[in-house]
């Protein structure tokens, strides 16, 4: 007797019908690219010399150095030490072939600032960060501010200048009449270079408890046992102190 063999299932025999049409498709189109896109030296060798072909229009912070001394030494340890020149004043490259009769832009306007200072909640804590339409409304930037080290006039005295964000979450919240001083502590050099001194938070369960604990004499802030709830952590790891009744 003749073993028969078991039947094939119609569906994998479509399946792989389409699979061999993939197949025989794939190796026609690669068969016809030409090889400057499937040689990859080639594929180099194309695109530097793309590149190479490019007018080249930035000149390099530098070489700006070599004329505008008191300048570059002023931006190289000022708050804009990390700016190219040319990130203010754009490509330089013909200016220093010929200085005189090309001059480099100077934005003295009131919106080109404002692309990297204007108020953005994306950007980090501590980054100087201003109103354009309240903060000295009408005036150039550079009224107030020396461009290469656009230090402040005056240090800022509020938290609001920088911490902006978390003043809107806090004045519509339980701790809405508390200073920031209350539980943080700001050295001056803060106020100045943030990034340089960090403020102080609370580090003991006990802080918070100062209000907070059902042992407390302050009235009016919810009481819990300080013992009992989760002890193991500090207050505002599960509760974010600027909003308290809203969990992290």
Not at 90 to 111: D, F, L, M, S, Y
Not at 113 to 132: E, K, T, V, W
Not at 158 to 181: D, F, G, N, Y
């Amino acid at each position: 007797m003749k073993r028969l063999l078991p039947k094939i299932p119609e569906q994998i025999v479509r399946l792989s019908i389409v699979f061999i049409l993939l197949i025989g498709a794939f190796s026609w189109i690669w068969l016809i690219l030409p090889p400057s896109f499937k040689e990859r030296k080639l594929q180099w060798a194309a695109a530097t010399e793309r590149e190479q072909s490019r007018e080249v229009k930035y000149a390099g912070a530098t070489i700006c150095g070599a004329c505008h001394v008191s300048e570059y030494n002023l931006k190289k340890t000022g708050y804009h030490q990390s700016l190219s020149c040319e990130t203010c004043h754009g490509p330089a490259k013909a200016h220093t072939r010929n200085p005189v009769a090309v001059k480099p832009e100077i934005p003295q306007g009131r919106n080109f600032c404002p692309l990297c200072h204007a108020y953005d909640p994306s950007r980090p804590m501590g980054f100087p960060q201003i109103n354009p339409v309240a903060h000295n409304p009408m005036k150039p930037c550079i009224t107030c501010h020396n461009p290469h080290d656009p230090k402040p006039p005056q240090t800022p005295q509020s938290c609001t200048a920088c911490h902006q964000s978390i003043m809107r979450a806090k004045a519509v919240s339980p701790h809405a009449l508390l200073e920031c001083t209350t539980c943080h502590t700001a050295p001056e050099a803060h106020r100045v270079d943030p990034l340089s001194a960090q403020v102080t938070k609370p580090s003991t369960r006990e802080f918070c408890g100062q209000c907070h604990s059902k042992d407390s004499k302050v009235p009016g802030p919810p009481k819990i046992n300080l013992a009992s709830h989760h002890e193991k952590y500090l207050c505002w790891q599960c509760h974010y102190p600027h909003m308290p009744a809203v969990y992290r």
